[in-house]
């Protein structure tokens, strides 16, 4: 008899298809644990940030005083920004970033 060569290729199409599954699933799988993400740097601020200085320039006086510096760092895996205050927090009681919304004790991530 006549075989349809058309046929087998779809066969041995088959049969690779099969290999390939039994390859894929032979692969080991990567345990992702908590301690891996931190080494990895996973959850570290992207190299570059802003930072701002809030000056004091009301009066006659030759320099501003600086009242406070902010620091924005983006954390790409979070995909949150975050700051933080830099140098003399006294002025302001460490407090300047408490509840700049209603309610934000500033524990708790914003949800998106």
Not at 80 to 88: A, I, K, Q, R, W
Request: net charge negative; proline share 6%.
């Amino acid at each position: 008899g006549t075989v349809n060569t058309e046929e087998v290729r779809l066969e041995d199409d088959a049969a690779e298809d099969d290999d390939d599954v039994q390859r894929r699933r032979k692969r080991p799988k990567k345990s992702y644990s908590k301690d891996n993400l931190d080494n990895t740097g996973a959850h570290l601020p992207h190299p570059l940030h802003v930072i701002l200085h809030i000056l004091d320039d009301v009066g006659s006086d030759a320099k501003p005083r600086k009242l406070v510096t902010l620091k924005f760092e983006y954390v790409q895996k979070l995909n949150v920004v975050f700051v933080g205050t830099e140098g003399p927090s006294e002025a302001c009681g460490g407090n300047i970033l408490c509840n700049l919304f209603p309610d934000d004790t500033g524990l708790e991530l914003p949800h998106q």
